[in-house]
């Protein structure tokens, strides 16, 4: 394994936090991110999460047991803060004794988040300055701030505008770096910029490990950045976060489906939570076809920007080697440059 003394310095403390080699998060992505990927990552120097998604309790206690068969190495669980059972899941964890847990979709609730920093490690999603302040005043160790350049359900900044807005003004806070990350010399720059590490998802996805379709793969690699794009919000009495995802007919038919529910709503057929929740349901749903049916006409083929740099299914040690070889190389070069001009 290359040493990263450089990189290793930069990113102390997030390696710290995670307990891994290296402070590579993964994202969690549901239906993709389950024991056989998140074991692997974890071994091999990366931070694993597994995506509980819309699992049930009994579901994700054996989920957790079935990845720490297969790695003793540190790793983390993704909860979803709308899902119904939010604290039986939290229960489950505890039990567990998971180290690591990951809220996103929103701002995390009182209890839940009193409940996980009795036992565990609470990472936050944070997509401004403002909800990143109030993230760590309410209890969050740590903070991922991810880029709409991202794939899955996506913020409205991009990774660059978010690191100079938030890295600056919290020095002291424990931030990953997410969204359109392909190449180390991206790590490099965002390790320099202040993150204590960063967040990967894409990349992954497609990994020789990751248990997705072969179809779901192949359309991976023969996109490009362009082809992953944002779903588009059909009407604003229905908030829905956007999705990054690859387009093809499904992008249109989740507009189709947006149209269906609004027209229920506006005649007062359906609630606007339930509203909310059928149109998650939906992209759950068109996703498993993507990711568990090879369906990738019709599914959701959720995936970031970085899509482009996909090139090959590659074993994710290869991935992570690569990561950090090119970050380190990118900072002391960088290092070297400094010395000759001194």
């Known amino acids: 394994m ?21 402070a590579v998060m993964a994202g969690a992505m549901t239906w993709v991110s389950e024991r056989n990927l998140v074991s692997a990552i974890s071994n091999a120097g990366g931070f694993g999460v597994l995506a509980c998604g819309g699992m049930p309790p009994e579901l994700l206690a054996a989920e957790i047991a079935a990845t720490r068969a297969l790695t003793d190495k540190p790793f983390g669980v993704n909860l979803i803060t709308m899902h119904p059972q939010l604290m039986d899941l939290i ?54 701030i991810e880029g709409s350049e991202a794939g899955g359900h996506i913020g409205p900044v ?17 931030i990953f770096a997410a969204g359109g990350i392909g190449r180390g010399s991206a790590v490099a720059a965002l390790v320099e910029m202040g993150a204590s590490g960063v967040q990967l998802g894409t990349r992954f996805a497609a990994s ?21 794009v944002a779903s588009v919000q059909f009407d604003p009495r229905l908030p ?29 057929e359906v ?35 970085s899509v482009g740099m996909v090139t090959a299914e590659e074993p994710v040690a290869s991935i992570i080697e690569s990561l950090v070889t090119e970050a380190e190389a990118a900072l002391a070069g960088r290092a070297r440059a400094l010395e000759s001009a001194a």
């Open 2 to 22: 290359t040493a990263t003394p450089n990189l290793d310095r930069l990113t102390a403390r997030g390696r710290a936090f995670l307990g891994s080699r290296h």
């Open 91 to 144: 229960a489950v964890c505890k039990a567990a004794n998971v180290s690591h847990v990951v809220l996103a979709g929103g701002l995390p609730p009182g209890p839940a988040i009193a409940a996980i920093t009795d036992f565990a490690k609470l990472i936050a999603f944070a997509p401004n300055l403002a909800f990143a302040k109030k993230l760590l005043r309410s209890g969050a160790d740590a903070l991922v």
């Open 158 to 174: 991009s990774l660059a505008v978010l690191a100079q807005e938030i890295l600056p003004a919290l020095p002291d806070a424990i």
């Open 208 to 228: 020789a490990e990751s248990i997705a379709h072969p179809n779901f793969k192949k359309a991976f690699l023969r996109a490009s950045a362009r082809d992953a």
């Open 240 to 268: 829905v976060i956007p999705v990054r995802a690859l387009k093809n007919a499904g992008t249109e038919a989740f507009m189709e489906k947006q149209r269906e529910v609004s027209t229920r709503l506006a005649r007062g």
């Open 271 to 305: 609630e606007l939570a339930q509203a909310q929740l059928e149109i998650e349901h939906y992209w759950a749903g068109a996703l498993r076809r993507a990711v568990v049916d090879g369906d990738v006409e019709t599914g959701s083929v959720m995936a970031g920007q």
